[in-house]
């Protein structure tokens, strides 16, 4: 396997077994999400806030909440991506709560990809970077998260992904493009979840 890694000039040179390591562990982490949500994601406080605003969307009332008299308000304090991500879902699919549950699922898995993708790049070890995906996927922290209709593991995942492009291209020395998209994704991030903006901040000390 060192072999491989050391002829290896892009990540899809890569043997077959490390590539399918990851998408066992990927598979693995989507497939509890899924497990974990057999009756539905859990809803309540923020999560009924975001469906709401998406349903309301939707509807063509606007993206936020209609008070008892009627009044409509913006979607109140929260960051405005997560709903407008289950507004695109809607368009495909009347049910929202079981969208969310998929979304949640996809990301999930997305993530323990990310994070053995990310290791593999910074220790060029395929036992690394399979140890780094599966303890992602026993985290106690990401799978509470990711069974509630809630905007962390989209966060997550837009915030690891403007990294992993970084760390993609860090030993080319950094390029406008991939600059572009990491700002991107972090800003869609911080668009998700407000203190995602922590993503931003790490790539931007990262390049300095």
């Known amino acids: 396997m060192k072999a491989a890694w050391a002829k290896a000039e892009s990540w899809m040179?890569?043997?077959?077994?490390?590539?399918?390591?990851?998408?066992?562990?990927?598979?693995?982490?989507?497939?509890?999400?899924?497990?974990?949500?057999?009756?539905?994601?859990?809803?309540?406080?923020?999560?009924?806030?975001?469906?709401?605003?998406?349903?309301?969307?939707l509807a063509g009332v606007g993206l936020g909440l209609v008070g008892p008299q009627g009044e409509f308000r913006l979607l109140p304090y929260f960051p405005p991506f997560f709903s407008l991500v289950l507004s695109f879902l809607g368009l495909f699919t009347a049910n929202l709560e079981a969208a969310a549950r998929w979304l949640n699922a996809v990301l999930m898995g997305g993530l323990v990809?990310?994070?053995?993708?990310?290791?593999?790049?910074?220790?060029?070890s395929t036992l690394y970077a399979w140890l780094a995906a599966g303890l992602t996927l026993a985290s106690p922290v990401l799978m509470p998260a990711a069974?509630?209709?809630?905007?962390?593991?989209?966060?997550?995942?837009?915030?690891?992904?403007?990294?992993?492009?970084?760390?993609?291209?860090?030993?080319?020395?950094?390029?406008?493009?991939?600059?572009?998209i990491a700002g991107v994704l972090a800003g869609l991030a911080f668009?998700?979840?407000?203190?995602?903006?922590?993503?931003?901040?790490?790539?931007?000390l990262g390049l300095l």
Not at 20 to 39: D, E, I, M, P, S
Not at 113 to 124: D, E, P, S
Not at 159 to 167: I, Y
């Open 13 to 57: 040179q890569l043997p077959a077994v490390f590539w399918g390591g990851l998408a066992v562990l990927g598979a693995a982490g989507a497939g509890l999400v899924l497990y974990a949500t057999t009756w539905g994601p859990g809803i309540g406080g923020d999560a009924t806030i975001y469906i709401t605003s998406a349903r309301n969307l």
């Open 113 to 124: 990809v990310l994070a053995g993708l990310m290791t593999a790049r910074a220790t060029r």
């Open 147 to 180: 069974v509630w209709a809630m905007s962390e593991p989209l966060a997550l995942f837009l915030g690891f992904a403007s990294l992993a492009v970084l760390l993609r291209r860090w030993a080319e020395g950094p390029r406008w493009k991939s600059l572009m």
């Open 191 to 204: 668009l998700t979840r407000y203190n995602a903006v922590a993503f931003a901040a790490a790539g931007g």
